[in-house]
């Protein structure tokens, strides 16, 4: 039986060298991106969306790439300090032989250090590029949609 087992094992281990020498795997493809002035570990993303979170003197500023959805397909809300913004858009191809659907997610939660001027929040989607701006106030809501225009 322990003969079985390690020539299983033997099998396994050359198994995943082949696979491995085919099909290389460069780390840096599944990391993903870090905001600045935030723990990466605070934010979440089901897609690999480049974002930047910048504090300048009177506002934060969050810029997150979304190529291929519409303004419509995108969630933007503001709550106990985080900004959250979540995509979904689902995509149908295909003849009269086949059918292809594809169904893309993106989520994201961004923790903001300072209190927002939620009524000032502003948010813009233009060419797969949403830009938030929260202006940095005395006190903040708890919670406040943002509109994109």
Known sequence: MNRMFREMDRMFDQFRSSWDAEFPVDDREFAR???EGSDAAD??????GV???E?????YVFVMDLPGFEKADIDLSFR???LSVRAH??????SDSYRARRSRRVARQVPIAAAVDEAEISATYHNGVLEVRLPVADDGEDDHRIDIE
């Open 55 to 59: 504090e300048m003197d009177d506002e």
């Open 89 to 94: 858009a689902d995509a149908e191809e295909g």
């Open 51 to 53: 974002a930047n979170l």
């Open 43 to 48: 934010s979440t993303a089901m897609d690999h």
């Open 33 to 35: 991106p870090a905001l």
């Open 80 to 82: 106990d300090g985080v």
